[in-house]
């Protein structure tokens, strides 16, 4: 019986994986580079937006990332603030499902709980079940951050499931012996393929919360 539930962020809880890849995209057309918001996203969800910052300067030698990183920060704080959204479904999914929540994520424990504020879902989260990179030593795709929530909450890996959205996402829980779920009901993931998360370890792939909730029923 699954008693525990641990959930990534962005993309999983909330709708920002494309946003964040639209924020990029964005400051690139800016200098005259052309890379799809979809095409940043299928790449890069589930990584830090320093690391994904990180790989496109060195990608197409931009030489002041500080200042790439800002200009992308700044229009992704228009978009949080203005257009963030939850993932379809997941507010009645929260209301129906009695497990426990957890959040084990890459992004950063403000920015996560402003963002549920926003949405309207953190009454379903405690503070002190969520986890984040500012936590351990290694963000995802180490196992870090999911064997720190397993350790902290004496938690039985035989009764729990992590919902992950990336690549790296997957990797990270599964090498916590974790058994995973690949959701791709966000945005980011239309007209793609799950292959990628089941490759990466993902046990099963959902494309809704209706989906998932059926699921877990069975299991």
């Not at 019986?1 to 920002?16: E, H, R, S």
């Not at 002041?64 to 992704?76: E, N, P």
């Not at 704080?77 to 203005?82: E, H, L, S």
């Not at 870090?144 to 992950?164: F, G, P, R, S």
Request: some cysteine.
């Amino acid at each position: 019986m699954i008693k525990n539930l641990i959930f990534d962020f962005d993309g999983v809880i909330v709708d920002t994986e494309l946003l964040a890849a639209k924020s990029f995209s964005i400051v690139l057309k800016n200098m005259d580079i052309i890379y799809s918001a979809e095409d940043i996203a299928e790449k890069f969800s589930g990584h830090k937006m320093i690391q994904v910052t990180e790989d496109l300067s060195k990608i197409y030698k931009i030489g002041d990332k500080k200042i790439f990183l800002a200009k992308v920060m700044k229009i992704m704080n228009n978009y949080y603030k203005n257009d963030l959204t939850y993932v379809e479904k997941i507010n009645h999914f929260l209301n129906s499902i009695k497990c426990n929540f957890f959040i084990c994520s890459n992004s950063g424990s403000q920015r996560i709980i402003k963002g549920l504020e926003k949405v309207k879902l953190d009454h379903f989260f405690d503070k002190s079940k969520i986890y984040t990179f500012e936590h351990v030593l290694r963000p995802k795709p180490y196992p870090d951050v999911y064997l720190k929530v397993i350790n902290d909450n004496n938690l039985k890996k035989e009764e729990t499931l992590v919902l992950e959205d990336s690549i790296a996402g997957v990797k990270a829980a599964v090498s916590a012996n974790l058994n995973v779920v690949g959701i791709t009901a966000a945005s980011h993931w239309n007209n793609r393929s799950p292959q990628s998360l089941l490759d990466a370890g993902a046990f099963k792939i959902v494309n809704s919360y209706v989906n998932f909730e059926n699921f877990l029923k069975k299991v």
